[in-house]
């Protein structure tokens, strides 16, 4: 069972677009990440959020944590052909190390 | 930092053999170690959460026998694909989880893509 589902699946954007990026689920997380992986390499974890409602800002993205700590969002602003990757939120559940990844989503900038 | 390493980053070996695979924490003491597994254009798969010292606990549907997995200091974890066959052809990637840090927080090394022939 896929607890957290991603939103949308691919993108496909100009650079200078701005996107958001949707993870949601009915679960409650302990903590939530962000994490943006390219081919043939681990994950990268972009930001942690832990508290209901909290936003946390990385340069041009910007992340937030839904009040119930069930969704989160990741927005970028002007998007550059760098930002080129596959985008996957994880939340940690009942206070666990465990991650349940989301279904991920691919994102293509173009010059 | 905290930085993971894989070794090695690519692999082959025939069907039949077994393949080790090893994951360091360099710069911070791991107590938890988590190995997944990901399919081409997927997300990542949790195969078991390995503590220091004792057994690993496996995500239902993993073969124990056919994923060895040994977690001897704060530092390195190791998966052991043993009997391999064509399906355990992936890409697995470890992650670490420093001591102190915010739960569920986890360091991922760059993967290691096992092909079986």
């Known amino acids: 069972t896929q607890l957290l589902e991603q939103s949308p699946q691919f993108l496909s954007i100009q650079e200078g677009e701005n996107l958001t990026v949707y993870c949601n689920s009915s679960?409650?997380?302990?903590?939530l990440q962000w994490y943006r992986q390219e081919p043939g390499e681990g994950p990268v974890l972009l930001v942690t959020?832990?508290?209901?409602?909290e936003v946390k800002k990385l340069k041009r993205l910007t992340f937030q944590f839904g009040d119930a700590r069930k969704d989160s969002s990741l927005h970028i602003t002007a998007a550059q052909p760098g930002d080129t990757g596959l985008y996957l939120c994880?939340?940690?559940?009942?206070?666990?190390?465990?991650?349940?990844f989301g279904t991920g989503t691919r994102l293509q900038v173009f010059p | 930092g905290a930085v993971v390493s894989q070794h090695p980053s690519r692999v082959i070996c025939k069907s039949g053999t077994s393949v080790k695979i090893e994951c360091r924490s360099l710069?911070?003491?791991?107590?938890?170690m988590f190995w997944y597994r990901q399919f081409p254009k997927k997300s990542l798969m949790l195969m078991a959460t390995?503590?220091?010292?004792?057994?690993?606990?496996?995500e239902q549907g993993v073969e124990k026998d056919k994923f060895l997995i040994n977690h001897a200091s704060l530092t390195l974890s190791t998966l052991t694909v043993t009997s391999a066959h064509p399906e355990d052809s992936s890409f697995y990637i470890c992650?670490?989880?420093?001591?102190?840090?915010?739960?569920?927080?986890?360091?991922f090394g760059p993967g290691t893509r096992l092909t079986v022939t």
């Open positions: 959020v832990v508290t209901g409602g």
């Open positions: 390995s503590n220091e010292g004792s057994k690993a606990t496996y």
């Open positions: 994880a939340g940690a559940l009942d206070n666990t190390d465990k991650l349940i």
């Open positions: 710069d911070f003491q791991a107590t938890t």
């Open positions: 679960s409650v997380f302990s903590s």
């Open positions: 992650s670490a989880r420093r001591g102190s840090g915010i739960i569920g927080e986890q360091y």
